[in-house]
């Protein structure tokens, strides 16, 4: 069932995180869904606008659609991720997403708020939740390129003036994470202290943490031992999701780490049988491996077990 990252939320709030989730084919939408199922947990499935480009907009559409009518007692959003404006708006036209995320973080601030105002707006007159983010994360997303030493962390004081004048339903905040497998050079840690005076300053109001991927060092060495170069990979800690949630973060990114299952799985598959073809045969790997990867995340967010309290919520 398609619900709004907003009923998610109210649920989750100061006790666990959902897990948002990127996909991009077939085989991930079938280990996301049958992950959340293991774990009887309440999930947001986040499609970016490289997503929607890959093959055709409708296709994830067709493929969620298809998901939710095999995994009946699913329960999960439809969320665009990174969108622009254009994009936010197509969105909303769709009547499929329950949710949209406007980034405009590389604007100004008064031009973020003027955007993300006219999103919201658009958004709430059709029942749509919106996302938007306030301070620049390091590292590359799609339309917004920031070095990683000017990544601007979250003004408390500036997220609370955002939420008031734009009417927005949650806010992505940078606090010293970054997109991508390469986060935390040198002594880069998580500013709790940021999202405690954001939350002092919002009490009850929902927050996003973005680049949240672990990068798994076991999955990185895996990769590298078959053929794959990624040297000084490192991410988030995923035991610090916990304290995240505490402070009042309700959704938690993760895309780079289902990519590394992708890579160790595939990498692994054609090593090891070099005389092999049949794309189903990594195919069937990878969606048991992807599950059991959402499987665990959602355990490390606390989300896992709560289908039964959510849908006591959403109904
Ligand atoms: O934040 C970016 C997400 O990981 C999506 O990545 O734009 O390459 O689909 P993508
Ligand atoms: P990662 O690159 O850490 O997985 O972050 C994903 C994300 O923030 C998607 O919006
Ligand atoms: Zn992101």
Redesign the pocket.
């Known amino acids: 069932m398609i619900v709004t990252t907003k009923q998610l939320f109210e649920g989750a709030y100061g006790k666990y995180a959902i897990g948002?989730y990127?996909i991009n084919n077939l085989e991930q939408t079938m280990g996301l869904f049958r992950g959340c199922m293991d774990s009887q947990a309440p999930f947001i499935i986040?499609i970016?606008k490289g997503a929607r480009s890959f093959t055709h907009k409708n296709m994830l559409e067709a493929l969620i659609r298809a998901a939710d009518g095999i995994f009946p007692d699913s329960i999960f959003a439809v969320h665009l991720?990174?969108g622009d404006e254009a994009t936010c708006f197509d969105c909303i036209a769709s009547g499929f997403y329950s949710s949209v995320?406007i980034d405009a973080s590389s604007e100004s601030f008064e031009k973020n708020v003027e955007i993300t105002k006219r999103v919201v707006d658009a958004a709430h007159s059709k029942g749509i939740v919106v996302e938007a983010e306030l301070g620049q994360?390091g590292?590359v997303?799609e339309h917004v390129k920031v070095d990683e030493a000017n990544a601007k962390l979250t003004d408390p004081d500036q997220a609370k003036e955002f939420v008031e004048r734009t009417g927005v339903d949650s806010l992505a905040c940078a606090i010293g994470?970054?997109?991508?497998?390469f986060?935390f050079a040198g002594s880069q840690g998580l500013h709790y202290e940021v999202l405690e005076a954001i939350q002092k300053r919002l009490p009850n109001f929902p927050l996003v943490?973005?680049?949240?991927?672990s990068?798994p060092q076991e999955e990185v060495a895996r990769i590298n031992a078959a053929g794959g170069n990624l040297k000084g990979a490192k991410?988030?800690d995923e035991n610090q999701f916990k304290r995240a949630a505490e402070l009042g973060v309700t959704k938690i990114?993760?895309?780079?780490?289902?990519?590394l299952v992708w890579t160790r799985v595939h990498r692994e598959f054609f090593r090891d049988f070099p005389e092999k073809f049949d794309l189903r045969d990594p195919g069937k790997i990878f969606m048991s491996e992807y599950a059991k990867f959402i499987a665990h995340k959602n355990e490390k967010l606390g989300n896992a077990g709560q289908l039964f309290s959510v849908r006591k919520l959403v109904k």
């Open positions: 948002a990127n986040q970016s991720d990174h995320m994360l590292g997303e994470t970054s997109h991508g497998a986060k943490m973005h680049g949240s991927s990068v991410g988030v990114n993760i895309d780079t780490d289902g990519r």
